[in-house]
């Protein structure tokens, strides 16, 4: 008997698919109501700091340099009160493979379905997140499929969505461009059932632990470079796993 891929089939099958393509069961650090026990899941099923790092200079991610931008600095110093105006540094995150700090995510996740014997990894995502999983898939040997919601609900294209396929298409990726909305976690769904690939999403624990080397880098190479802790740091965030 065919199995039923209608949408609310294949919705009921979501904590099945999920299972197979991760290798962990969410419900397994879920407490009564509606805690959750984070650290629980990255102690069982993350890996270290010294792994994670070993892991991600494989593939030439991390130890990013930090930059001092003196003409900012000067800039700050004119216009602050005497004696006052920081010294502003940047750790250039695009010196990553494919460009930004989402590499560190896509590591891990990567080597972790290697690990596990996958022969592809599957990522639902807009932004510089599927580049970075492509880039990593492709020097791990393994398939990618990126699920892009590219579509607004007239079937326009947004640019600069558009462009970020074609990024991922060079390093070897198929996308798979859809509308915003529920269609587009179906497919996901359907995907990872019908072709048994790991789940490279942004949010499972391997992803996040990869993203921890950045804060440990930044202090050691501050200490290194200045000889003491920057006094502030300061993180831009949009969403999108930053």
């Known amino acids: 008997m065919a199995k039923d891929m209608s949408f609310e089939a294949v919705m009921a099958r979501n904590t099945e698919i999920m299972k197979k393509a991760i290798g962990i069961d969410y419900e397994d650090f879920e407490w009564e109501g509606i805690g959750f026990d984070y650290e629980k899941m990255m102690n069982e099923t993350g890996y270290d700091l010294e792994e994670i790092e070993k892991i991600q200079k494989e593939t030439g991610v991390g130890n990013t340099p930090i930059l001092e931008l ?13 004696g006052k105006g920081a010294r502003i540094f940047i750790k250039d995150e695009a010196s990553n493979p494919s460009g930004s ?18 022969k592809g990894v599957i990522a639902a995502t807009s932004g510089n997140y599927g580049a970075a999983v492509a880039s990593q898939a492709a020097m791990r040997g393994l398939k990618c499929i990126i699920v892009q919601e590219c579509y607004d ?14 990024k991922c298409e060079a390093y070897g990726a198929e996308v798979v461009q859809l509308t915003v909305g529920p269609e587009l976690f179906y497919t996901f769904l359907v995907l990872l059932e019908e072709t048994g690939y790991f789940n ?19 202090a050691m190479e501050f200490r290194e470079k200045e000889g003491k802790d920057p006094d502030v740091v300061v993180v831009t965030n949009a969403g999108g796993g930053n």
């Not at 609900?153 to 074609?166: D, L, Y």
């Open 70 to 82: 003196r003409n900012l600095t000067k800039l700050a110093r004119k216009f602050a009160p005497e």
């Open 101 to 118: 700090f989402k590499a560190r995510r896509a590591a891990t996740s990567c080597y972790h379905a290697q690990r596990l014997g996958y």
């Open 153 to 166: 609900s007239r079937g326009i294209g947004q640019p600069e969505i558009v462009e970020k396929a074609r």
């Open 200 to 218: 490279a999403s942004l949010y499972t624990p391997f992803g996040i632990a990869g993203v921890e080397t950045l804060g440990y880098e930044l």
